[in-house]
């Protein structure tokens, strides 16, 4: 099977940086996402490795390691909009189909 | 606009009821998906479709079955309610590849 472990909470003030981590246990997948979801909203797409490495978008920026079993999210310049739930998502490549399977989230507490 | 649309944003059901979840897709997605979220426990893959016809169980699909006849609707059926199915519920979809998926916003459903 699968699963992917995120820490449940991180705080940090306005303008920061901070790093969200996932690690995770799965016999193969295509790819590491994430998906940021604000209260009461849905959850949206962020960022997507296919590959080792790390991927920008603006200020989010997310990394892969394979060989380690890694990934992380990177926020810079943290704002207070960024306050929200944060989830990495794999999409395995063991099973019929393609599901998509994700961690338990982080809630991500951004004060001024 | 892409664009999931929920039938419901809102529902109550009484114990032992049979209930429809209705999920649409207008980007012509090859793969449709519900989930579930709890507080805590983020968000657990119910059942997945890749194409019409074909459905995947996921880590939790006791209690629920699904319907694909068309490509764009994708059905959550709970075939008699129970007060622990007490939840939100959330449909996506995503392109075959699933690099990045697209989410309703949910149903909340209540069972008494």
């Known amino acids: 099977g699968q699963s992917l472990e995120q820490p449940s909470e991180v705080t940090a003030v306005e303008g920061a940086i901070v790093q969200i981590n996932c690690t995770y246990q799965?016999?193969?997948?295509?790819?590491l996402s994430w998906y940021q979801q604000h209260d009461g909203g849905a959850p949206t797409f962020l960022s997507y490795?296919?590959?080792?490495g790390l991927e920008e978008t603006g200020r989010f920026s997310s990394f892969l390691s394979r060989s380690d079993s890694y990934g992380y999210l990177l926020l810079q310049e943290l704002q207070m909009k960024d306050s929200a739930s944060y989830f990495c998502?794999?999409?395995?490549?063991?099973?019929?189909?393609?599901?998509?399977?994700f961690g338990k989230g982080t809630t991500l507490s951004v004060s001024s | 606009d892409v664009k999931v649309t929920q039938s419901s944003r809102y529902l109550v059901k009484r114990t032992g009821e049979k209930v429809f979840l209705e999920c649409v897709q207008d980007?012509?997605?090859?793969?449709m998906f519900w989930y579930r979220q709890d507080p805590g426990l983020g968000l657990r893959l119910i059942y997945f479709?890749?194409?019409?016809?074909?459905?995947e169980k996921g880590d939790i699909p006791e209690g629920y079955s699904v319907s694909r006849e068309k490509k764009e609707r994708f059905s959550l059926i709970l075939e008699s309610a129970s007060t622990n199915q007490t939840s939100m519920y959330l449909c996506?979809?995503?392109?075959?590849?699933?690099?990045?998926?697209?989410f309703g916003q949910g149903t909340r459903l209540t069972v008494v």
């Open positions: 996506a979809s995503s392109p075959i590849t699933a690099r990045e998926a697209f």
């Open positions: 799965t016999s193969g997948f295509y790819g």
């Open positions: 490795n296919a590959l080792d």
């Open positions: 998502a794999v999409r395995p490549s063991n099973q019929a189909g393609t599901a998509l399977i």
């Open positions: 980007m012509d997605h090859e793969n």
């Open positions: 479709s890749y194409d019409v016809k074909m459905k």
